[in-house]
């Protein structure tokens, strides 16, 4: 599986313990995302970029998503 891939799966996952739950504890998924995508700021490169990402996911990437994810999903 390549980067891009495991950070859509993550995303995914996400979403889905979120619609199920939206107390589900995620924390463990969002730091997979957060240490992939500060691993290429770091050096210097794009790890992962947000291309492919619907608007709602890159809002839960980049923390900007209400606590009802039932508006985006």
Do not use: H
């Amino acid at each position: 599986m390549d980067k891009q891939q495991a950070f859509n799966t993550f995303v995914n996952q996400i979403l889905t313990a979120k619609k199920k739950d939206p107390n589900a504890d995620t924390s463990a998924l969002e730091k997979q995302i957060d240490e992939m995508v500060w691993a290429g700021q770091r050096a210097g490169t794009e790890a992962l970029p947000l291309q492919g990402l619907t608007p709602e996911e890159i809002a839960i990437v980049e923390g900007k998503a209400g606590n009802n994810l039932n508006e985006i999903t």
